[in-house]
């Protein structure tokens, strides 16, 4: 309560040890990061060019759906979000837009490199960065943008001058970028170890962060025990939730066109519908639901409201295939809710079944057809 999401960005920053971040791409992506325990997350613009525009992260995303797609983020989960600022989307000015956007988008800190445009995506050849004097210039901008919205907002500086110039280059503006005041240095595509090493000794009291690019990048991939030997403080892993999301969605379409379901591959529905957030949506809207039910003071009403609303809509969909499609629970008195769940339930009067099974006991089946799908659909009434 009252806390920022930077101010627990630096809270991590200042706990002991080294911290990894795995990157997410959308609003799903980030709460299985948070899910599965990690204590921050960062996004991917490579990530998200590929799942929202289908493709390559070469300066097609532009500020507004970087900013959108954030937005979507940070709703959905409660860890700190680093996001991915490619390089401001134009001059200083326009970089200190988009730190204030990031701010106002909730994010807890911002990565802000030094290419030109359009940008190129790490690890990938045809990269160019502005001259020194820009880079640093630029983040001065982002600290002008920072202060002036009274933010804490954590600002990563990172520098692509490894592969565009050359080490030396890298380690000058990292340096300079230190003294800026910059929270965390980041220097892409470093080729070795002891380039590793040469980056952590710069301005050593300034957290480093490491990219472990998977499947094949110029860095060397190291455990965190290495890296924290080598001086790292934050590890990202960038395309490990997109690269496996990849596969899996390439597999899943082979089986099907083979004829086959991959259910072995697949978390349960009742599994799914947890991790959406159904059965709380559920419980929150029974909650209200039992509330629109009393009655009013001073209405006049001599006889209690049945309690029909306060039972539950067991509803289960079984393909012609015999596997089940559905199998939910909701509150008796949100129908509206069924209607949308199963549209074939739109044209029957289920508040009359109701009615009339309200006497009854639990396990009473008010519905049990088979659509015009093939599909069959029971209601029960517990």
Known sequence: MGETPAKALRKILDSPGVHLGPACFDAL??????RAGFSYCFTSGFSISASRLGLPDTGFMSYGEMLDQGLQITQAVSIPVIGDGDNGYGNAMNLKRTVKGYIRAGFAGIILEDQVSPKACGHTRGRKVVSREEAVSCIRAAFDARKESGSDIVI???TDARQAVSLDEALWRTKAFADAGA????????ASVEEMKAFCKVSPEVPKMANMLEGGGKTPILSPLELAEIGYKV?????SLMGVSMRAMQDALLAIKGGQIPS???PSFEEMKEILGFNSYYEEEEKYAAAAS???PGDGSKHPPSDISARKLRVKITGTDGLERLDARIPAGSLATLTNIVPALGGINIKKLLDDAAEEVGGKVLLDFTDTTGDRIQVFLE
Do not use: G, H, N
């Open 29 to 34: 992506s980030a709460k299985l990061i948070q």
């Open 156 to 158: 990563v500086a990172r």
């Open 183 to 190: 929270d965390i240095l980041f220097i892409d595509a470093l």
């Open 235 to 239: 590890v990202v892993y960038p395309l």
């Open 264 to 266: 072995e591959r697949m």
């Open 294 to 296: 009393l009655p009013s």
